[in-house]
């Protein structure tokens, strides 16, 4: 697990899409055109077009639904959940968890959630997360006897370890995983892995437009979302094949 850990977090700067291809334009501008030196040039040109498109266009967007959550969407709640469980990660999170308890789910239904500090010098790096968790707890109409907090893990692969060691005297229950739209397909995939079993839900789905106006397009324009979106996608992507090869 440590070596996941410290791979994941030393690693992941260096393998987003955006720092690499910002880092190659900076470098071939200079050998290129700075320099002068045709074959950088060319070189530059075409990280510029991928940038350029990446920048441009949703396809983080795109890529994050039909690749990784296309085959999780579902806007039926199953019946009969004794648990809704919940990993650190995006506060948005346990956000979804408590309204789906408050609205659709019967009251001797219990949150998990699995708290995490994410740095790797943690006390440097102040989890605002479990901090925020615990005000939504305190400012929300559930019983704190319906909150369960697991201790702190440092990533999604220690969140699952921590919620089988909780289940470890409970056999036959029902858990409902509620997490981002990106994150389900490699939770799900870790939870196989500790023989879990899980109801995968993702709460916000929209539905498809085929329409296409190109004056909302430009509306809606958004670099640095589109970049982020792709950094996501590809990092999940890196993510499922780390979690297929060391576990």
């Keep these: 697990m440590n070596l996941y850990f410290y791979a994941s977090k030393i690693l992941g700067p260096?393998?987003?899409?955006?720092?690499?291809?910002?880092?190659?334009?900076?470098?071939?501008?200079?050998?290129?055109?700075?320099?002068?030196?045709?074959n950088f040039k060319k070189i530059f040109s075409i990280f510029f077009i991928i940038f350029s498109m990446i920048s441009l266009l949703p396809m983080g967007n795109k890529l994050i639904y039909h690749v990784l959550a296309k085959n999780y969407k579902n806007n039926k709640l199953p019946k009969n959940i004794d648990y809704i469980f919940v990993p650190s990660g995006d506060v948005k999170r346990i956000i979804y968890a408590v309204k789906i308890k408050n609205y659709y789910l019967p009251e001797k239904v219990k949150i998990i959630y699995s708290s995490g500090n994410i740095y790797l010098d943690p006390k440097s790096g102040q989890d605002s997360e479990t901090s925020f968790t615990q005000i939504i707890i305190q400012n929300s109409n559930i019983d704190k006897e319906d909150i369960v907090l697991l201790p702190n893990a440092r990533n999604t692969i220690e969140n699952f370890k921590q919620l089988k060691l909780f289940l470890a005297k409970e056999s036959n229950k029902k858990v409902l995983?509620?997490?981002?739209?990106?994150?389900?397909?490699?939770?799900?995939?870790?939870?196989?892995?500790?023989?879990?079993?899980?109801?995968?839900?993702?709460?916000?789905?929209?539905?498809?437009?085929?329409?296409?106006?190109?004056?909302?397009?430009?509306?809606?324009?958004?670099?640095?979302?589109?970049?982020?979106s792709f950094d996501l996608f590809f990092r999940e992507l890196v993510g499922i094949l780390a979690v297929k090869i060391m576990l």
């Design 177 to 228: 995983l509620v997490t981002s739209t990106y994150h389900m397909k490699r939770s799900l995939i870790i939870a196989r892995k500790f023989d879990l079993k899980f109801v995968g839900f993702l709460p916000i789905t929209s539905k498809k437009n085929n329409s296409f106006s190109l004056v909302n397009f430009y509306q809606h324009i958004n670099f640095k979302a589109n970049l982020s």
């Design 14 to 38: 260096l393998i987003l899409p955006s720092n690499f291809l910002i880092l190659a334009l900076i470098i071939f501008f200079y050998l290129g055109v700075w320099k002068n030196k045709d």
